[in-house]
């Protein structure tokens, strides 16, 4: 990597703060607590702060399940405050990390957070992009793409005896030849974009990356606190580019995009994404001068879903690991939805630097509405950042609500569908604005 010219105005900063909860506490990522029993790598809040022609914005990417807005808006506005980032130019996205502490009640559990743990939280968060806006300096910024068909699958299988859906973690329905006599394979697509910004200093060494894949973080599957692919990426960069070099993560629109690789076969999947990574880091061509940066946010008010819209059936037919439909834990959702306002306010964010473009949703958006907002996105480039800036659960598609399965049910599912189109809707009006803005520089 050979040093460019000098930039005419871009600078970037990073920061990595550890966030890891002390032993003991309960962790999410299923339908029941599990008890932490140590750190198998630890969690941490990376953030990138990037300045250009006077404007700045901030990617705050923390090891998390994901952050309520309750959490978020005040990270924001301190962010804000103490360094005049505009709030509107703040992303706090969380990884989705199954291998973290629960951040909220609710999440199928109850009574499962650690109070000193979530109070302590958000000064860590605000002072990461502190001390990333401290570090800003002139650099380079470079783009680079790999393509991943490797280690991820569309985790939804039609049954052709009722026409709807199973998860493919669902083995004890899917291979009972009564229940599933026959499997019409995957209902929707993958995204196999892996985006990389490589940010060099003025000397042509690397100082961060930002990387952008479509992936559930949940194939680590152990009882140790762990970042999972995004901490071996980030352990990998730091081997191959440089101990000082940051790695922020955003995952894209991968509600319903799982690894085809647990348990042992888990670091196969992970080398293989951080070999990606690198690989794009290295062949990434650079962004011109000058870098045009500009960010824009909307909060809209959504509809709540309606519980008494969910079919009778819906719990039951899952069939849960063989548990039956976990009634249990679905059953009560119900109940919870009911209480929540029937109208909810979420932020959708949209940020660019230079060709490249960053569309945020608040919760765990589906692969077929993340390739929509990249298709009807003016950019050369676009990405999707999920679970930013708050966490509103899963967001199917029509023909999703339709074919049923786990991600539709009440409780994984908060918004109705006329909330998520007009989401997803606002997401690519964002990114028409911030275009338009850009041809005028």
């Known amino acids: 990597m050979s040093p460019e010219s000098p930039p005419q105005n871009l600078r970037v900063g990073f920061s990595v703060i550890d966030i890891t909860p002390p032993t003991g506490l309960f962790m999410c990522g299923g339908l029941e607590p599990r008890t932490n029993e140590g750190t198998l790598d630890p969690l941490q809040v990376r953030t990138m702060v990037v300045e250009s022609q006077g404007k700045k914005i901030a990617v705050v990417g923390?090891?998390?399940?994901?952050?309520?807005?309750?959490?978020?808006?005040?990270?924001?506005?301190?962010?804000?405050?103490?360094?005049?980032?505009?709030?509107?130019?703040?992303?706090?996205?969380?990884?989705?990390?199954?291998?973290?502490p629960y951040t909220i009640e609710g999440l199928y559990s109850f009574n499962v957070t650690n109070a000193a743990y979530l109070d302590a939280l958000p000064a860590k968060l605000v002072a990461s992009a502190v001390e990333a806006n401290a570090n800003l300096q002139p650099a380079t910024v470079h783009i680079g793409r790999s393509l991943v068909h490797h280690g991820q699958h569309h985790r939804r299988v039609l049954n052709k005896k009722d026409g709807k859906a199973f998860n493919t973690w669902m083995p004890a329905a899917l291979n009972d030849l009564d229940v599933t006599p026959q499997v019409l394979g995957s209902v929707g697509p993958i995204d196999p974009e892996l985006w990389v910004l490589r940010f060099d200093n003025l000397a042509g060494k690397p100082i961060g990356l930002f990387f952008n894949l479509t992936l559930h973080t949940n194939g680590r599957g152990t009882l140790l606190w762990s970042a999972d692919y995004p901490g071996t990426v980030a352990a990998k960069v730091r081997a191959e580019l440089g101990a000082e070099v940051v790695t922020v993560f955003a995952p894209g629109a991968c509600a319903d995009i799982n690894p085809t690789q647990g348990g042992e076969a888990w670091q196969g999947l992970a080398d293989n994404i951080a070999a990606q990574t690198l690989d794009a880091a290295r062949r990434a061509r650079p962004i011109p001068e000058p870098v045009?940066?500009?960010?824009?946010?909307?909060?809209?008010?959504?509809?709540?879903?309606?519980?008494?819209?969910?079919?009778?059936?819906?719990?039951?037919?899952?069939?849960?690991?063989?548990?039956?439909?976990?009634?249990?834990?679905?059953?009560?959702?119900?109940?919870?939805?009911?209480?929540?306002?029937?109208?909810?306010?979420?932020p959708v964010n949209a940020l660019h630097i230079g060709p490249?473009?960053?569309?945020?949703?608040?919760?765990?958006?589906?692969?077929?509405?993340?390739?929509?907002?990249?298709?009807?996105?003016?950019?050369?480039?676009?990405?999707?950042?999920?679970?930013?800036?708050?966490?509103?659960?899963?967001?199917?598609?029509?023909?999703?609500?339709?074919?049923?399965?786990?991600?539709?049910?009440?409780?994984?599912?908060r918004v109705n569908m006329e909330g998520i189109e007009a989401i997803v809707d606002t997401a690519a009006e964002l990114l028409d604005e911030l275009w338009q803005a850009a041809k005028k520089e």
């Open 62 to 100: 923390a090891d998390l399940i994901g952050l309520p807005r309750s959490i978020v808006d005040p990270i924001i506005a301190a962010i804000a405050a103490q360094t005049e980032i505009p709030a509107e130019a703040i992303m706090v996205v969380s990884s989705h990390t199954h291998n973290g």
């Open 356 to 413: 490249f473009a960053l569309a945020s949703n608040p919760g765990e958006l589906f692969v077929e509405h993340g390739l929509d907002i990249k298709l009807r996105s003016p950019f050369p480039h676009t990405a999707v950042a999920e679970l930013t800036n708050d966490l509103i659960m899963y967001q199917p598609t029509r023909r999703g609500f339709e074919l049923q399965g786990y991600e539709t049910l009440v409780g994984p599912n």
């Open 292 to 346: 045009v940066v500009n960010a824009a946010r909307r909060d809209i008010s959504v509809p709540r879903r309606d519980p008494a819209t969910q079919p009778p059936e819906a719990i039951e037919r899952l069939n849960w690991g063989g548990r039956g439909g976990r009634m249990d834990v679905f059953g009560r959702q119900l109940e919870h939805m009911a209480a929540m306002p029937e109208v909810l306010s979420v």
